[in-house]
Nanobody
Framework: QVQLVESGGGLVQPGGSLRLSCATSGRRLTTYILYWFRQAPGKEREFVGSIAWGGGGTDYADSVKGRFTISRDNAENVLYLQMDSLKPEDTAVYYC???????WGQGTQVTVSS
């Protein structure tokens, strides 16, 4: 079992930055791929990016590539999502997850608005 708790969401102006955190606990994550998803009001949940915890390889949705960066702290078992150059269309609830095993956090709201 893996527990995931997101934090760091909030209100930010267009062009601004936020860093989301996902504190993990439970099983060791070395063999897992961890994901960030988001869901905007009235829309389906969509893939944002992922990271292989062991090797650190990352993948991003085209819509965030070059603006968002995923990283992890192996010692603290924390997953991060650094979001720069934010746009109003980035407004959503952001979730960290290991969907292959059904592990999801509760989500954190990000609102990009002037």
């Amino acid at each position: 079992q893996v527990q995931l708790v997101e934090s760091g969401g909030g209100l930010v102006q267009p062009g601004g930055s936020l860093r989301l955190s996902c504190a993990t606990s439970g099983r060791r994550l070395t063999t897992y791929i961890l994901y960030w998803f988001r869901q905007a009001p009235g829309k389906e949940r969509e893939f944002v990016g992922s990271i292989a915890w062991g090797g650190g390889g990352t993948d991003y949705a085209d819509s965030v590539k070059g603006r968002f960066t995923i990283s992890r702290d192996n010692a603290e078992n924390v997953l991060y999502l650094q979001m720069d150059s934010l746009k109003p269309e980035d407004t959503a609830v952001y979730y960290c997850a290991v969907p292959a095993y059904g592990y999801w956090g509760q989500g954190t709201q990000v609102t990009v608005s002037s």
